[in-house]
């Protein structure tokens, strides 16, 4: 199993992505680059990889982009249909242990190429407390307590300047801004990530896209 792991971690590191979650004591933020790669091409200057998937639940996906946008697809659904089902809206760990079940099934169904991708999902629950989980390619799940980055390429650059930047009790207003030096810091460093930054906020109030920014070529004199 340890070596299942290592070969699904080292293909998402190769992907080239950068996704970021940040706690804060007013709710989360959540935040990516928007490079698309495939090996040393870059295949997408303006890919969305963070995104709402319903009134409460966002997700940001790392890896094989057609398994990201199936899970995007069936999140939704299967949410809709748990809540159908119990005359309840799912909470936020409801959602993150269905995604987790569907990473879970993904890599272990009989297949030539498993599902190979990483997941960051946060949101809101009806009592208005706001939280983050992380779900590995393998499908465990873990509740984020602080930041977490997943397996994207930009995870070592974004953990490191993390480390020392981040304090508990940190406010969503300067969660976003810690947010945006970490995701140019690891465009400055990975060469999968980059082309701009999508920052959402989750709030009490609701989900919320407060910064969107492209990178635009500029060619000076010397």
């Known amino acids: 199993m340890d070596t299942i792991n290592q070969e699904l971690s080292n293909s998402i590191l190769k992907t080239g992505t950068t996704i970021l979650g940040i706690v804060c004591k007013d709710g989360v933020v959540m935040t990516s680059d928007r490079q698309s790669t495939a090996g040393s091409i870059v295949m997408n200057k303006n890919s969305q990889k963070t995104k709402q998937i319903n ?35 799912p909470t936020v760990k409801q959602a993150a242990s ?84 970490a995701v140019k810091a690891s465009s400055q460093r990975d060469v999968g990530s980059g082309y701009g930054v999508d920052v959402f906020t989750i709030t009490k109030e609701g989900i919320k896209k407060v910064i969107s920014q492209e990178v635009q070529s500029l060619y000076k004199e010397d």
């Open 98 to 181: 269905l995604l987790s079940n569907l990473s879970y099934n993904g890599i272990r169904q009989p297949s030539m190429i498993p599902q190979q991708a990483g997941f960051l999902l946060g949101g809101f629950n009806e009592d208005g407390s706001c939280q983050l989980f992380s779900i590995e390619p393998a499908g465990s799940v873990v509740e984020v307590e602080d930041f977490d980055a997943n397996f994207g390429s930009g995870m070592p650059y974004v953990l490191g300047l993390l480390e020392s930047q981040y304090k508990k009790g940190i406010s969503v207003k300067d969660g976003i801004a810690l947010a945006i030096d």
């Open 55 to 89: 009134d409460y639940i966002l997700i940001s996906g790392t890896g094989m982009v057609s398994d990201i946008q199936r899970v995007s697809r069936l999140l939704p659904a299967e949410l809709k249909l748990k809540e159908l089902k119990s005359r309840t809206r």
